[in-house]
């Protein structure tokens, strides 16, 4: 049997490690032996183990020392009867035939001090250097052993070790932080740190002639080139006794009053473990953009789009609305959420931001124009009732806290044939006393990427009148591109584009050009319904100082347009709005821009039938159609700040005494005594740069070339 799994582990591909235990077990166990995995070990540290194979069942363990003979240098045979050591053995179970046998060493690994009575230490630096042999036996007979081999040297730990995880500063007035720069490990000795203070004399003989050199080992740094101390009549030159500095050897730049004395506590170091994620904390009061929360202090989420999918279990943010449809392919009856709904599942309850509870309120309605979420009706198939094909909710709040909640949910019944495109809707509206909440674009200016608020004159009966919010929008395509199922999307601040849709014309509308201009400009004029713009991200509707005119280029009914009864010429098949802004100023390093100026303007061009390239059938059917492409741009441009006159050709090349494009600054030389300089009093200012002078004539006068001039003059 041991032969046939050999050769069975022989062809199978397994670790070569793993066949031989496999080997090991199969034939221990067939044998009724008991082998040691590995059989011999050198241990190095406190801990050892090895995995004891095969029959294990009425072992005991035995561990002695042992020492070679003196005549042949071997080891004698395993015995059963324990000898006196410091180590511990202890075994654990890890599977039927398998048994864990551990070494623990019963001794501190602590270096010896000087004169030091205690003998739980090492006395040497080599502080244990054995032989240990580990005997299985089975009724007083050695079945196995093991031998082990151990060399461990004591620890170099420094004996003020602690677990104080606390920093103490000195104050650096009388006492400086830098006398020792290579310290870097508090409580501890570093290496070739020679004034590290934690290092014992026999850690610093380790390194001693190894020290770091120059004020990071802790030595007195070499004197620099600028002391007096370091004049030489070699090569000292004339001037240097005037410019010289007196400094004592102990001032360096490691010491210094930077810091004043205090306790830092050290922070947790990098972990490498997989954080563990928590519930989210609940929060005191809803702000803008905060998550809603339930009452197990879950978010609250509903199904909404992100990176252009559908996702389920999205949050609902505070203040956030949000009309989203997905897109679910069905090839048999919806049977979980959120196409399948129960009232406990929206019959929930949510915290309302101000310590209390609000319960949700469910509307059910009964869906009866299915066209708005299938393509198409079958009358035979499977029949699915109760599909949840709409959930929308409206939130009431008030302050930071919200009020209520009511949930309407739209239900029907659909037919499945083999497969359907099923289109249910998600929103969330936020009402404030039945308003509609509004976010800003900006505070105070307008930030990039947020949509351009527009508005229009919502007068009263009192002729006051406030600015009913509005948006300004482009063409945005979808499906086949045609203007008739083309949507509309916002225009963003700061954000160029060009989109546009297809519009479909027969050789009949072309003969009817009046009525085309006028379909043309009516889809074009749905785009921006505002005639108001705010000029900041937060206006007030009730402030009209924070809206500008919208201009519009109006177009010319006068002009004669040259129609044929084939083409239409004078379509205004392009707008275009040009958005100028300006910097007003800076908030917390963030440009703040303002709407100065919209124009709105038309771009006429002619649309005509074309026949070539083998299709004539628009030039032949009058209802036959071709598409013509109707287009809408944005252009947003900067207001330049500096409007002065323009530099002339010497100014932007002369660019020697510019203070700003030079690193070499000549106008300020004399600055210090100028009346600009504010640092001193203008009398010590002026007083100083008379010295400096003074000296600067005096080295000049007694330097190598006035003396070699005075010698050649006598």
Known sequence: MANTLGLFLSRVFVPRHVSCVMLFISLAHTQNLAVFQPSRLIATGPEVR?????????????????????????????????????????????????????????????????????????????CVLETLQVSACVGGTPRASLLIQAKIHALLVPANAGSDNKTIIPNQVYQPLGSCPCDLTFRACDVRCCCDKDCSIEEVKLFATHCLPGPFGGQAPAAPGYQCSEQSSANSPDWFPFLCVNSPPENNPYLGLFYQGDT?????????????????????????????????????????????????????????????????????????????????????????????????????????????????????????????????YTFYWKGNGITSVTLTRTVGTITLNTSLALTTRYSAVFLNGGLMSEPNSGNPGYQVG????????????????????????????????????????????????????????????????????DAVTSLQAALITATYVAKSGNPDPLIM??????????????????????????????????????????????????????????????????????????????????????????TFTDIPINTGPPKTRFQVNFTEYDCNRNDVCWPELG????????????????????????????ASILGTPWRQIRQAWT
Request: glycine share 8%; with cysteine; proline share 8%.
């Open 671 to 698: 600055y210090p005594m100028t009346k600009y300089y504010t640092g001193e009093p203008y009398s010590q200012s002026l007083a100083k740069g008379l010295i400096l002078v003074f000296f600067f004539i005096t």
């Open 545 to 634: 100082t924070d809206w500008v005119n919208i201009s519009f280029v109006t177009l010319n009914s006068s002009i004669t347009m040259d129609d044929t009864p084939s083409s239409c010429s004078g379509v205004p098949s392009h707008q275009h709005i040009h958005v100028l802004s300006l910097i007003t100023g800076m908030v917390e390093g963030r440009p703040q821009r303002d709407i100065r100026a919209v124009l709105v303007s038309y771009t006429l061009s002619p649309w005509a039938l074309v026949c070539g390239g083998g299709d004539v059938s628009p030039c032949m059917d009058p209802l036959e159609t071709k598409l013509f492409p109707i287009t809408s741009s944005v």
């Open 450 to 517: 947020r949509p351009v608020i527009g508005g229009t004159l919502d007068t009263w009966d009192n002729n006051t009148g406030s600015v009913q919010r509005t948006s300004l929008n482009v063409w945005k395509p979808v499906s086949d591109g045609r203007c008739s199922t083309a949507e509309m999307k916002p225009v963003l601040f700061g954000e160029n584009s060009t989109s546009g849709c297809l519009l479909p014309v027969s050789r009949q509308n072309l003969t009817q050009c009046d009525l085309l201009r």
């Open 50 to 126: 090895a995995l004891l194979l095969g029959h294990t069942a009425d072992t005991s363990l035995t561990l002695r020392p042992v020492f070679p003979s003196n005549t042949t240098g071997l080891i004698g045979p395993p015995s059963c009867i324990n000898g006196v050591t410091q180590w511990v053995v202890t075994t654990e179970q890890a599977g039927k035939n398998a048994v864990w046998v551990q070494l623990r060493l019963g001794k501190n690994l602590r270096l010896c001090g000087n004169n030091e009575t205690d003998t739980d230490c090492c006395p040497k630096p080599l």
């Open 264 to 392: 830092i506590t050290s922070e947790p170091g990098p972990s490498f473990q997989s954080p563990v994620w928590s519930a989210p904390l609940p929060v005191r009061a809803y702000i803008q953009g905060s998550p809603i929360l339930s009452l197990n202090d879950q978010h609250f989420t509903i199904p909404q789009k992100g990176l252009g999918q559908c996702v389920n279990n999205a949050p609902v943010a505070f203040l956030e609305n949000f009309n989203v449809n997905c897109v679910t392919i069905l090839r048999s009856c919806p049977a979980g959420l959120p196409l399948q709904t129960r009232p406990t599942d929206l019959n929930i309850t949510l915290k309302d931001g101000q310590g209390g509870y609000v319960a949700v309120d469910v509307i059910d309605e009964v869906a009866i124009d299915m066209s708005l979420f299938i393509s198409n009706t079958l009358d035979d198939g499977l029949v699915c009732e109760n599909v949840t094909l709409a959930l929308d």
